[in-house]
């Protein structure tokens, strides 16, 4: 299967070309202000000698981690599925982050740790070994001084978001390339309207008053 990736929750925006769970192509853009989807696309496409028309899936990196980005991509995802039928995937962008610690070689306990905004982060937990990777604590919003308290009592902390005063704690982004190979060893296809960010918060929404009415003089 001929799989499109795109992996755009984090502030390195990557997609890659991933057929029958090898990488073909691949492209990658950070710290932008406008993300260049189509032609991260198309250099992505060209490197693996393919054309739009022989994707057979998207899969998209769902989050938790830039809303606008995961939105972005969702949407590119729907629109493309429309014109083309093609098959479409969501994959856990914190399963992802599990996966390349695995490759990296970065075993034992981990906590996976990505900003979410309001001085909170989205923290899971998991056990990463040289056979495999599985949760301990699924994600969940913690505050700054918990993460702190993790770093101190010198637990591996990763994810995209390190700061000065994380020293101990190493920066790792979600890439496209591991979004494809998990979405290569899947059939769960969806519809594009089943696509959702992964996003803990309840969404609120404050409706705007009724016009005022300025009477005549």
């Known amino acids: 299967m001929k799989i499109l990736a795109l992996e755009f929750s984090s502030a390195q925006r990557s997609v890659a070309v991933v057929v029958d769970g090898q990488v073909r192509g691949r492209a990658q853009e950070t710290g932008t202000r406008e993300s260049r989807a189509l032609s991260l696309i198309e250099t992505a496409l060209a490197a693996a000698g393919l054309e739009r028309e022989n994707v057979d899936c998207l ?13 972005s991509a969702i949407a590119l995802a729907q629109g493309w ?3 083309r039928g093609t098959k479409l995937l969501g994959i856990s962008s914190v399963e992802s982050l599990a996966r390349q610690a695995r490759i990296e070689k970065i075993h034992g306990q981990i906590n996976i740790l990505i900003d979410a905004q309001r001085n909170e982060f989205y923290l899971a937990r998991y056990e990463v070994s040289a056979s495999g990777c599985r949760e301990v604590t699924p994600l969940r919003l913690a505050g700054r001084e918990e993460v702190l308290a993790l770093v101190r009592a010198g637990e591996t902390v990763l994810g995209p978001v390190v700061t000065s005063e994380w020293s101990a704690a190493r920066r790792l982004f979600p890439d496209a390339a591991m979004v494809g190979q998990l979405a290569s060893r899947r059939s769960d296809f969806v519809s594009g309207e089943r696509l959702e960010p992964i996003y803990l918060r309840e969404t609120r929404f404050v409706k705007a008053p009724p016009p005022r009415i300025i009477p005549e003089v």
């Open 81 to 83: 599925q429309l014109a």
């Open 59 to 71: 899969a998209i990196g769902l989050g938790p981690g830039s809303y606008t980005g995961i939105r």
